[in-house]
């Protein structure tokens, strides 16, 4: 900070040396370059009858109007918008770097824009895939949508993480009872006990009826923050695919809303299209993946000579497809984890990863994220990042798990856990 005193003491010097030259034609004794040099750039300027300094119709500002010259300007609206005001009316060399500074202290400005004091967003980290169908699940639900003849107006969707092969039912309500239905009918009863489920915390998913299955059959439930939907991806990104299947086909079939039977129709559908899509995660078509075998397309059998006379399953032909299904699902585990490693730089690039340098003592503040009664900060205009006006300091961290804990300034520790997402640096002056 002195450097940067002195190096604009020495400018305004150099105001007041072009001053006595276009006052008095008097040259200093000392040039930052050559003589010539000053004049040139001494003509760029002009002096009223007050000795007042201008460039390009413009008062030049100087080291000690800087505060005064911001404040009158600075109503929260951000930096560009501060800086094109003040560049209008003053010539300010290297103003838009205090600007900057100042407007990024400010803290104001930090509770209306969140990126000015960005929290702290840590990198994506893949969950690893066991190559085996049907070992992980996503579940999600999707709707609710128009409610057909047979009462259904939502689709519970489970996606197998490794084939990406995606089992759908309708449902009429998104309640436990049918969302554990869905499971024990499509997941439990055709596929066995899968090793681990992955649901939302909400209501339909985390409970005791869901809960008691998972026990029964050994799976192991993963239960997943709300505010990172990421670790649910794979069921998000299904519920988008099957939801533009659908409108796609519905639109083919010229109608602009979905039809009372969406469920006989739109829905299979579009099943049947994820299911024999190539993915681009390894290549393959889930369902390809699951019944080991390419698949046939009713063109395919037009002109193809069906056996039904039946095969004898030897141990040799046994053996053969067990070598291709292990090539298969070995070349598949390969491309999928270069995909995944893929997918989180991407998203690390596209979603400008911020992973803060936090320590004990480290001043922060916390984004609120307790909503009493359906009162959310954000639509009654409340502010989000707590104390709104102070800070907090970091009590202790934990790493291995992304949290920590704060304590007031003076001396209170709190017991809450934060995670580093909803954890920023106070940059501002208190």
């Given at each position: 900070m002195q450097v940067l005193q002195g190096a604009n003491?020495?400018?305004?010097?150099?105001?007041?040396?072009?001053?006595?030259?276009?006052?008095?034609?008097t040259l200093p004794q000392r040039f930052e370059s050559t003589a010539s040099n000053f004049r040139r750039e001494a003509n760029n300027y002009a002096v009223d009858a007050y000795a007042k300094l201008y460039r390009n119709n413009k008062p030049v500002v100087k080291w000690g109007e800087r505060k005064k010259i911001f404040d009158a300007f600075h109503s929260h609206q951000g930096r560009s918008r501060t800086w094109q005001l003040i560049s209008e009316r003053y010539y300010w060399r290297g103003g838009y770097q205090y600007v900057a500074q100042k407007v990024k202290d400010c803290i104001a400005c930090a509770h209306r824009n969140n990126s000015s004091w960005p929290a702290s967003l840590p990198p994506l980290q893949p969950i690893s895939i066991t190559p085996k169908a049907f070992w992980r699940l996503h579940v999600d639900l999707l709707g609710p949508l128009k409610q057909t003849i047979n009462g259904n107006q939502y689709v519970a969707i489970a996606v197998c993480a490794f084939t990406k092969y995606v089992e759908a039912q309708a449902i009429p309500f998104n309640n436990k009872v049918h969302v554990a239905k869905f499971i024990y009918e499509n997941i439990y009863c055709r596929y066995m006990c899968p090793g681990e489920c992955i649901i939302q915390d909400r209501g339909e998913f985390a409970n005791k009826i869901c809960d008691q299955l998972a026990k029964k059959f050994g799976c192991?439930?993963?239960v997943?923050?709300?505010?990172?939907?990421?670790?649910?991806?794979?069921a998000e990104a299904y519920v988008k695919q099957l939801k533009g299947r659908m409108k796609a086909k519905m639109v083919e079939a010229s109608q602009d809303e979905l039809p009372d039977n969406w469920d006989e129709t739109l829905l299979p559908y579009a099943l049947s299209v994820l299911r024999s899509d190539p993915s681009c995660a390894h290549g393959y078509a889930p369902g390809e993946l699951l019944l080991g075998r390419k698949l046939k397309w009713p063109i395919e059998l037009e002109k193809e000579d069906i056996d039904?006379?039946?095969?004898e399953l030897t141990g040799p032909l046994v053996h053969a497809l067990k070598c291709i299904h292990d090539d298969v699902f070995g070349k598949a585990?390969?491309?999928?984890?270069?995909?995944?490693?893929?997918?989180?730089?991407?998203?690390?690039?596209r979603n400008k990863v911020n992973l803060l340098k936090l320590r004990k003592g480290?001043?922060?503040?916390?984004?609120?994220?307790?909503?009493?009664?359906g009162d959310f900060p954000k639509a009654k205009m409340k502010v989000l990042w707590k104390?709104?006006?102070?800070?907090?300091?970091?009590h202790s961290l934990d790493?291995?798990?992304?949290?920590?804990?704060?304590?007031?300034?003076?001396?209170?520790v709190y017991k809450q856990k934060h995670p580093f997402a909803r954890v920023r640096l106070f940059r501002g002056k208190a």
């Amino acid at each position: 900070m002195q450097v940067l005193q002195g190096a604009n003491t020495m400018q305004d010097e150099r105001y007041e040396s072009i001053v006595d030259y276009l006052l008095t034609g008097t040259l200093p004794q000392r040039f930052e370059s050559t003589a010539s040099n000053f004049r040139r750039e001494a003509n760029n300027y002009a002096v009223d009858a007050y000795a007042k300094l201008y460039r390009n119709n413009k008062p030049v500002v100087k080291w000690g109007e800087r505060k005064k010259i911001f404040d009158a300007f600075h109503s929260h609206q951000g930096r560009s918008r501060t800086w094109q005001l003040i560049s209008e009316r003053y010539y300010w060399r290297g103003g838009y770097q205090y600007v900057a500074q100042k407007v990024k202290d400010c803290i104001a400005c930090a509770h209306r824009n969140n990126s000015s004091w960005p929290a702290s967003l840590p990198p994506l980290q893949p969950i690893s895939i066991t190559p085996k169908a049907f070992w992980r699940l996503h579940v999600d639900l999707l709707g609710p949508l128009k409610q057909t003849i047979n009462g259904n107006q939502y689709v519970a969707i489970a996606v197998c993480a490794f084939t990406k092969y995606v089992e759908a039912q309708a449902i009429p309500f998104n309640n436990k009872v049918h969302v554990a239905k869905f499971i024990y009918e499509n997941i439990y009863c055709r596929y066995m006990c899968p090793g681990e489920c992955i649901i939302q915390d909400r209501g339909e998913f985390a409970n005791k009826i869901c809960d008691q299955l998972a026990k029964k059959f050994g799976c192991d439930i993963r239960v997943i923050s709300a505010g990172r939907p990421q670790a649910n991806g794979q069921a998000e990104a299904y519920v988008k695919q099957l939801k533009g299947r659908m409108k796609a086909k519905m639109v083919e079939a010229s109608q602009d809303e979905l039809p009372d039977n969406w469920d006989e129709t739109l829905l299979p559908y579009a099943l049947s299209v994820l299911r024999s899509d190539p993915s681009c995660a390894h290549g393959y078509a889930p369902g390809e993946l699951l019944l080991g075998r390419k698949l046939k397309w009713p063109i395919e059998l037009e002109k193809e000579d069906i056996d039904i006379s039946g095969t004898e399953l030897t141990g040799p032909l046994v053996h053969a497809l067990k070598c291709i299904h292990d090539d298969v699902f070995g070349k598949a585990a390969i491309k999928l984890k270069k995909h995944q490693e893929n997918y989180a730089n991407q998203y690390d690039k596209r979603n400008k990863v911020n992973l803060l340098k936090l320590r004990k003592g480290t001043r922060v503040q916390i984004l609120s994220h307790i909503y009493k009664n359906g009162d959310f900060p954000k639509a009654k205009m409340k502010v989000l990042w707590k104390p709104f006006r102070s800070y907090y300091k970091i009590h202790s961290l934990d790493r291995k798990k992304g949290v920590v804990t704060v304590r007031s300034k003076s001396g209170r520790v709190y017991k809450q856990k934060h995670p580093f997402a909803r954890v920023r640096l106070f940059r501002g002056k208190a």
